[in-house]
């Protein structure tokens, strides 16, 4: 007998982890544009853009390793900073300007940043839809069943 619970589960924790994934990434990215423009942080220079880096996981922690089998989520493995050098604006009366009157600003390109936030949430909506369809199906199978 196929254990229809368990496949629900899975698709369920599937989905949430990538609804967690996606909200991580829109949140980083609204941090990137919001400091498009800070010139001077904690760490020293201006700020860096982050991105983040997906990777594979495996459900073992809540399933059998029978149902665990083939049964992959996402997670957020890392952050990277980019190590892009930033670039130089000219602005002499900026007071973080140089001696030659250039200031380093972030290497945050606000046009790059929007079109990641469209397919962040696009991607995010997507898992929404996944969701609420496999939802459906199990309020269907429970009609079913009685």
Excluded at 1 to 9: A, G, N, P, R, V
Excluded at 38 to 51: I, L, M
């Amino acid at each position: 007998m196929i254990d229809t619970k368990s496949d629900f589960l899975t698709s369920f924790k599937v989905t949430a982890s990538g609804l967690a994934a996606q909200r991580m990434r829109l949140n980083i990215i609204a941090e990137n544009l919001a400091n498009a423009q800070t010139t001077r942080t904690p760490e020293g220079g201006p700020y860096k853009r982050r991105d983040p880096v997906f990777m594979s996981r495996p459900f073992q922690d809540f399933l059998t390793r029978e149902q665990a089998a083939g049964a992959t989520g996402v997670a957020v493995d890392r952050i990277n900073v980019d190590q892009r050098p930033p670039r130089l604006q000219y602005d002499p009366t900026h007071p973080d300007a140089n001696a030659d009157g250039y200031v380093a600003m972030p290497n945050i390109d606000t046009v790059t940043e929007m079109v990641n936030m469209m397919s962040a949430s696009r991607s995010y909506e997507a898992n929404v839809s996944v969701l609420n369809a496999s939802k459906a199906m199990a309020l269907k199978a429970l009609e079913i069943g009685r």
